[in-house]
């Protein structure tokens, strides 16, 4: 082998080990990102599924979704097996707005939103803990951060009488308002008999149970 043939092998044989690594690594990567799907996605269909794992109930149930044009909200009916217990029927709601409309609706909260808790207390309060990623992405005003909760509100006391108003925690703690401008210090109450007034603040809701 002459000199100018080892410098050349010298070369070339690190650089194919080398590449050999990175394609090997770029096909683990590229074979995980084809086979994966969006992690809240993954979530939210987990959560579903793990709440149908029980007696169920199939049922046509009536959700909410904001009309920015409007300024109120819209009705989308949908097939769903209902979980047996009131909390676990409050979940499915949610992860349902969560997941989107599937009208093209107006999506009412962001999609990475995760459901830590639920709590349906005896006087009909519903207190649902959000991650905080409930709290971003809303367009600016007012308008749309109302519009979501009460699509939230409005889509559980439609569909589970036992619900008959809402309290909104993030991390467990009360928090001042949604993305900087909705109320969450007060409890949100249902009102289908004027949509437009879902689109006011929670400060004429009804005062929480003694």
């Known amino acids: 082998m ?5 410098i050349v092998a010298l070369i070339v044989i ?4 080398v590449s050999g690594f990175y394609l090997r690594s770029l096909m683990r990567r590229t074979s995980r990102e084809t086979v994966a799907r969006p992690e809240a996605e993954m979530s939210t269909q987990l959560q579903q599924q793990a ?9 046509t149930i009536t959700l909410y979704f904001p009309d920015y044009d409007t300024a109120t909200l ?4 949908r097939n769903i097996a209902l979980a047996a217990t009131d909390e676990d029927r409050i979940r499915q ?6 997941a989107g409309s599937q009208q093209n609706h107006v999506q009412p909260l962001p999609p990475s939103t995760a459901l830590r808790a639920v709590f349906l207390a005896g006087d009909g309060t519903a207190y649902l803990d959000f991650s905080t990623d409930v709290t971003r992405d809303f367009p600016e005003g007012i308008e749309s951060e109302t519009l979501a909760l009460r699509s939230v509100v409005d889509s559980l006391a439609a569909n589970i009488p036992g619900v008959r108003r809402v309290k909104f925690l993030v991390q467990g ?27 006011q603040p929670p400060a004429a809701a009804a005062p929480a149970a003694q």
């Open 2 to 6: 002459t000199r100018r043939t080892l």
């Open 14 to 17: 690190p650089l194919l080990i």
């Open 51 to 59: 709440l149908q794992t029980g007696p169920t109930t199939q049922q």
């Open 74 to 77: 819209v009705q989308e009916t």
């Open 93 to 98: 709601i949610v992860l349902a707005l969560v």
């Open 173 to 199: 703690q009360e928090a001042d308002t949604l993305d900087g401008h909705a109320d969450l210090t007060g409890f949100y109450t249902p009102d289908f008999s004027n949509p437009a007034a879902s689109t």
